[in-house]
């Protein structure tokens, strides 16, 4: 079955370095959504790339969709402890862009100041 | 503008016996998804209602049912609980489709003692 994976799993950084989590999908995606979830927090929506190739900048946070739609990465720059968490990609089942979305297993973040 | 909010935020129950959750989502939003996060992972679809009925279903057994009712909330109820029942259960709202991302609840904590 359609399949998400993250790479690393676990990322321990110091603070001011910078940070990048992967993501694979097995099947080409519509789009591609990023969520953080804080420990013992919920999920929460950071963004959705929908263009192949795109990219989209928040603040310290870069987001790229890859040319074939199967693969993305988030990238912080100069990471602070307010960064600290899990970060998921997450994309929608089949070619659609409704209901299931798959979650990939997740990146933690741990910042030592 | 309120949040997703979801009731109880603890429950402790025991093998066999009968949970429901409940879901209230954002203001505006109609559509309403279930998810089942364990310890360590990323969250796994169980199932997402619009218009008051289930439009798809995730890999989990029929012990998991759910409700949507005219003023868009949600229940989840769970059947003849199992210890691997314990997680933590997210719902999550949309408009339609889910085209901007989901906004998640802060969860239910459920643990099958």
């Known amino acids: 079955g359609q399949q998400v994976m993250q790479i690393p799993q676990y990322q321990h950084v110091q603070e001011g370095e910078d940070f990048t989590t992967y993501c694979n999908s097995s099947?080409?995606?519509?789009?591609i959504q990023w969520y953080k979830q804080r420990p013992g927090g919920h999920p929460v929506f950071l963004i959705q790339?929908?263009?192949?190739?795109e990219v989209k900048k928040q603040k310290r946070l870069t987001f790229q969709f890859g040319e074939a739609k199967k693969n993305s990465s988030l990238h912080i720059t100069a990471t602070q402890t307010t960064d600290v968490g899990t970060y998921f990609c997450?994309?929608?089942?089949?070619?659609?862009?409704?209901?299931?979305?798959?979650f990939g297993q997740g990146t933690t973040l741990q910042v030592k100041p | 503008d309120a949040g997703v909010t979801q009731s109880p935020t603890h429950l402790i129950k025991t093998r066999g016996q009968q949970v429901t959750l409940r879901c209230s989502p954002k203001?505006?939003?109609?559509?309403v998804s279930w998810y089942q996060q364990a310890l360590g992972q990323g969250p796994q679809f169980i199932f997402q209602?619009?218009?008051?009925?289930?439009?798809q279903r995730g890999n989990f057994p029929d012990r998991f049912s759910g409700h949507q009712f005219p003023n868009y909330s949600s229940e989840l109820n769970v059947n003849a609980l199992l210890l691997g029942d314990s997680a933590l259960y997210l719902c999550?709202?949309?408009?339609?489709?889910?085209?901007?991302?989901?906004?998640f609840g802060s969860g239910t904590r459920l643990t099958v003692v």
């Open positions: 209602y619009y218009e008051e009925e289930e439009r």
């Open positions: 790339l929908v263009k192949s190739g």
């Open positions: 203001s505006g939003h109609d559509t």
């Open positions: 997450a994309g929608p089942r089949g070619s659609g862009n409704t209901g299931k979305l798959i």
């Open positions: 099947t080409t995606l519509s789009n």
């Open positions: 999550a709202s949309s408009l339609a489709g889910g085209t901007y991302g989901y906004t």
